[in-house]
């Protein structure tokens, strides 16, 4: 049986064969994280190499690469932007404020991060991230590395180890 995980991996590769033509959005960052992307797409990291090209209109792009807060005032523009971008098509979330609402999570002005508004393929967290992270994160979706940390859910069998281990903690929580 093939995981989640796999199965993913299998579309994108059969949707992206070649390459990724990104349109950037910046949803309410400070632009650390924009800063960061441009570099990325310098000589020095070349993200040329894995057939990533920034594009200037949503309609040549595969993917949506978010960054920043989602603000009350972006909102309909960045689902109007979406809605440009034709299928199939991945959005990424560069940046703690694109992934979860960073520092602005529960002000007045911000919505939260780009999960709350679009469907988020992969999330790229830091502040900003630094290139390697970026250029890590894409290669993990194109497929081109493996993936370093794999999920740990916590189980029964783990709690009892941890008591364990910890004698002094009591056998139940109260």
Not at 3 to 29: M, Q
Request: with cysteine; hydrophobic share 45%; proline share 10%.
């Amino acid at each position: 049986m093939r995981t989640p995980a796999a199965v993913l991996r299998g579309l994108f590769l059969r949707a992206f064969p070649k390459s990724l033509w990104v349109y950037h959005c910046n949803a309410g960052a400070c632009n650390g994280c924009d800063i960061e992307v441009i570099d990325v797409l310098t000589p020095y990291y070349d993200a040329e190499r894995f057939g990533i090209r920034l594009v200037g209109s949503p309609r040549h792009a595969d993917v949506l690469l978010v960054s920043g807060p989602v603000t009350r005032q972006v909102l309909p523009h960045l689902v109007r932007l979406w809605e440009a971008v034709p299928e199939p098509k991945l959005v990424f979330a560069i940046g703690g404020c694109a992934c979860g609402g960073g520092i602005w999570h529960d002000t007045y002005s911000v919505i939260g991060g780009a999960d709350k508004v679009l469907p988020v393929n992969y999330y790229i967290p830091g502040c900003p991230p630094r290139p390697e992270a970026i250029v890590y994160g894409v290669a993990l979706a194109l497929g081109l590395v493996p993936q370093k940390v794999a999920a740990r859910h916590l189980s029964d069998g783990f709690l009892e180890e941890y008591r364990r281990l910890n004698p002094t903690l009591p056998a139940e929580a109260p």
